[in-house]
């Protein structure tokens, strides 16, 4: 196994550490720190980033290949240091799992994960169409979920088509930009980001990619994650103004209409102005007013006219300025948001280091007290570079050993 695949797992338990081996379906072996009153299922969870393989297709055994139960300890199962625990899968997917460990594309393609391409088993005979579908897409998924966590991006190239959904999960909530994240790879994560995974999805223990990238020790990772926000909440600003921009032109347009056409004279004659309306009824010798009132004078009649027509028109008017006025909200909330941003120079890609970053955010940061906001996040944002700036050169990087 290269250095480059080995898993990350020394931060999850950091107080009582001991080592053991973990064998991968018979074809990689990991040495991980662990506590011995560690649960199985805390285990689990922890080589679902560290293999790449979901939680819910492993199956732990040790010593006697009996299954080791969730809620029992590693001590419980008398693990001693420097045992090793198998990492197995279910009958079903251990073909599957072993040529995507492997990385054989052709075999893997034959093996259930595209729909165009015939495959047969016990299960999939009693499927009807959307049920296999979504099996099959399923079964494609732990593929890239391996094959990222291999940084083999030929597999992935291959994968990807057939993943269509990009916010399938794990069960534990976690997208393959989690397990990128977990063990450092931030040439995988810029893949995964350029093919449309999203940066702020969070698992079922509330945790970003960037949290997990903190959590291992990775600060090169969560750098470029910090980063990759910075420029989506900068792309995110562009597009708020044009909304905002658009949103005031269609107000103005429909102000100025709404001017134009409050009266729109006879029926006759839609532009006819009230002093020709009130001419052309006063030269009538025949008039009588208006049904309800023979007595009724022409200046009145044009009067009511003109006020039911301009009722009319504003009542239009409110219902189209409806979408033009939601819009204009919500570009507001998001404005309140990102005004202390808005109002310093782009610099954010042109920050090379720690320390141009840092002037930055000092900048950021008077700027948010000058328009009476709280720096708290950007405290919050110095106080991460501090600590990454302070494990680059006191946090040992290595994880794990490769014994096999």
């Known amino acids: 196994m290269s250095q480059k695949n080995k898993p990350n797992t020394k931060r999850w338990n950091d107080d009582h550490p001991t080592k053991i081996r973990i064998r991968v379906v018979g074809h990689e072996e990991y040495t991980v720190n662990v506590s011995l009153d560690m649960r199985v ?15 819910n297709i492993q199956r732990l055994t040790y010593l006697d290949a009996a299954e080791l139960v969730d809620n029992s300890t590693l001590e419980d199962n008398d693990v001693v240091p420097g045992g090793a625990i198998d990492l197995l899968v279910w009958p079903t997917w251990s073909n599957l799992v072993e040529k995507a460990i492997m990385g054989q594309i052709a075999e893997i393609m034959e093996l259930g994960v595209c729909y165009d391409i015939p495959f047969s088993s016990p299960i999939t005979d009693y499927m009807d169409n959307e049920t296999k579908m979504a099996w099959i897409e399923k079964r494609a998924f732990v593929v890239l979920c391996i094959g990222v966590h291999q940084e083999n991006v030929e597999l ?50 509330d945790k970003k990619a960037i949290d997990l990238a903190s959590l291992f020790g990775h600060p090169e990772s969560e750098r470029f994650l910090f980063m990759s926000a910075w420029e989506e909440l900068r792309e995110k600003i562009g597009s708020c103004q044009k909304k905002k921009e658009t949103a005031k032109s269609m107000k103005k347009e429909e102000t100025v209409s709404g001017n134009v056409s409050s009266f729109k004279g006879s029926h006759t004659n839609p532009e006819e102005k009230p002093e020709t309306m009130v001419k052309k009824l006063s030269t009538r010798t025949s008039f009588k007013g208006s049904p309800t009132n023979p007595e009724e004078k022409p200046e009145t009649m044009v009067k009511k006219l003109s006020t039911r027509t301009s009722k009319k028109s504003l009542k239009k008017k409110r219902q ?7 819009m204009e909200e919500e570009i507001l909330s998001i404005d309140e948001e990102i005004k202390p941003v808005k109002d ?16 930055y955010l000092l ?5 948010c007290r000058n ?23 006191h946090h040992n990087p290595v994880i794990s050993e490769n014994i096999g």
Request: aromatic share 8%.
């Open 363 to 367: 900048a950021l940061k008077k700027q």
């Open 320 to 326: 189209e300025d409806v979408h033009v006025d939601e």
């Open 344 to 359: 310093v120079c782009p610099v954010i890609g042109s920050c090379q280091n720690s320390d141009s970053f840092r002037q």
């Open 371 to 393: 328009f009476g906001y709280t720096a708290s996040l950007i405290d919050d944002h110095l106080q991460w570079l501090d600590n990454v700036k302070y494990r680059s050169f």
């Open 156 to 205: 992935c190239d291959n994968i990807l088509p057939l993943v269509k959904n990009r916010n399938t999960r794990t069960p534990l909530g976690r997208t393959p930009l989690h397990i990128a994240a977990s063990q450092g790879k931030s040439d995988m994560l810029k893949y995964l980001l350029d093919k449309g995974f999203k940066l702020h999805a969070k698992d079922k223990d």
């Open 41 to 55: 299922t805390q285990l689990r969870k922890m080589l679902e980033l560290a293999t790449g393989i979901p939680y």
